[in-house]
């Protein structure tokens, strides 16, 4: 058996995790964000078991994205390209029936010349990042009505901050846009956006972290993890006390200790800000990272796992126990990282 580090794609919580988010929102829709490659975890294979699953409406980033999960998916989902096109690349949109989010006036301008295709027009809200902005409603809304948009959206800054006073504003913000394409679908949730009640929900939202197991769900909902991040253990031994662990000896032992180096590091995603902070787990006993976590190989503390230990066990860094959000926040970052970060040395396995 192979000693990559593996990640092991859980096809049916992701699925199970839709249709627990489309459960949320009775009436609207419920979409599904494959950017990035599914967030790392494979946008063919997952586009797959959503559209098996009933999942119609998908978004990516970019142009090449949409082409690749248009070839896997046919011609029965919808799938929209968030970055918009280049004049380049407005054909390609067309020929694939790829829907153009369309968030600048070049791409309005463009658009509108443009043989005819469908396209969602993209509001800022407040974020300041991508968007149209709302004095275009009154200077161009003729324009833009001319389009036929199939969705008017925008994106929440905060949503992860249920109580921050920017979700309130933006919602009233969208509800305005909203109220100028009568006849257009309109979406503004994300995945923590989904979590803030029916006035955000609108007629279609875009989950992608909670998808796969990531984000905060509220009390009640529960996510199955997306996938179970492991990797082998190459050596066990004994550290003394005084002795010192990893580059820059940064972790110095307080008491004897068993530990082991497993097969995984920063080259394959396990972020170096996790040493001393990641938990593993090796059958489900909590073993923590010691020292730094360098290139391919990570130490960890087996001393309450010692009749487990021993080469080739596989060990957990994210997964049931080892809570993708939890394991972000111990290394001072999101779980959108960990899952991307994931390189491709990483084996990836479906099940």
């Keep these: ?14 699925v199970a995790n839709w249709r627990a988010l489309d459960g949320l929102h009775a009436g609207a829709t419920t979409a599904a964000v494959v950017k990035a490659d599914a967030y ?62 369309l968030s600048s006036p070049d791409h309005v301008a463009a658009w509108s010349s443009a043989p005819k295709g469908t396209s969602a027009l993209h509001f800022d809200t407040g974020m300041n990042r991508l968007g149209l902005k709302d004095e275009m409603l009154g200077t161009s809304l003729t324009t833009l009505q001319k389009l036929q948009p199939v969705l008017v959206m925008s994106h929440l800054g905060c949503a992860d901050e249920t109580s921050h006073k920017m979700n309130a504003a933006q919602c009233s913000a969208f509800d305005d846009i909203a109220a100028a394409f009568p006849d257009t679908p309109a979406s503004l949730a994300n995945s923590a956006g989904c979590y803030l009640g029916k006035a955000f929900g609108y007629d279609l939202t875009r989950p992608g972290l909670a998808l796969y197991g990531g984000s905060r769900p509220p009390k009640g909902l529960r ?7 492991d990797a082998a253990i190459l050596s066990v ?8 662990v990893g580059y ?3 972790r110095t032992l307080e008491q004897d200790t068993q530990l082991a180096t497993v097969g995984i590091g920063y080259a394959d995603g396990l972020l170096r800000s996790g040493g001393n902070a990641f938990i593993a787990y090796l059958d489900g006993v909590p073993c923590p990272v010691v020292g730094r976590i360098s290139m391919d190989l990570t130490t960890i503390d087996v001393s309450k796992a010692q009749d487990k230990a021993k080469a080739g066990a ?3 860094f994210i997964g049931e126990h080892a809570k993708l959000e939890d394991q972000a926040a111990r290394a001072g970052t999101l ?4 899952l991307t970060g994931l390189s491709n040395r990483v084996e990836r396995v479906y099940a």
């Design 40 to 101: 790392g975890l494979g946008a063919i294979p997952v586009g797959r078991a959503l559209s098996r699953a009933g999942c119609s409406t998908f978004f990516v980033a970019y142009l090449e994205e949409g082409l690749a999960l248009r070839k896997a998916l046919g011609l029965g989902s919808r799938i929209f390209v968030l970055n918009g096109p280049t004049r380049r690349e407005m054909s390609a949109y067309v020929a694939a029936g790829l829907t153009a989010v």
């Design 314 to 316: 596989r060990v957990e």
């Design 248 to 250: 820059g000896a940064t």
């Design 1 to 14: 058996m192979s000693q990559l580090p593996r990640a092991t794609i859980h096809l049916s919580n992701i």
């Design 335 to 338: 779980g959108y990282e960990l």
């Design 223 to 229: 996510l199955s993890p997306g996938l179970t991040l």
């Design 237 to 244: 031994f004994d550290g003394e006390i005084g002795e010192t």
